[in-house]
Nanobody, 119 residues
Framework: QVQLVESGGGLVQAGGSLRLSCAAS????????MGWFRQAPGKEREFVAR????????SYADSVKGRFTVSRDNAKNTVYLQMDSLKPEDTATYYC????????????WGQGTQVTVSS
């Protein structure tokens, strides 16, 4: 089991930037990939970005491609989500999640951090 704690959320004006962090503890050595998701009020949770832990390769939702960057620091067991050119529609609670095997789903989730973008 992996424990995840997000931080870095807050209130920012449109066009601004925030960097979210997700600190992992526990069985981090067996992590296959880490994902970022978000959920806005009244909407379903949606995929934002993903990073494969060993290779470092990434993938993004079309809505954030070119504005968000996911990265990791293996030594610190931490994943980051750099969010630039923020838009009001990026307002949501952001969650990180850990995928422990190639064929499995996301097994562990953080508690979430709120991001609010004002227009």
């Amino acid at each position: 089991q992996v424990q995840l704690v997000e931080s870095g959320g807050g209130l920012v004006q449109a066009g601004g930037s925030l960097r979210l962090s997700c600190a992992a503890s526990g069985r981090t050595f067996s992590t296959y990939a880490m994902g970022w998701f978000r959920q806005a009020p009244g909407k379903e949770r949606e995929f934002v970005a993903r990073i494969w832990w060993s290779r470092g390769s990434t993938s993004y939702a079309d809505s954030v491609k070119g504005r968000f960057t996911v990265s990791r620091d293996n030594a610190k067991n931490t994943v980051y989500l750099q969010m630039d050119s923020l838009k009001p529609e990026d307002t949501a609670t952001y969650y990180c999640a850990a995928q422990m095997s190639a064929g499995g789903g996301y097994d562990s989730w953080g508690q979430g951090t709120q991001v609010t973008v004002s227009s």
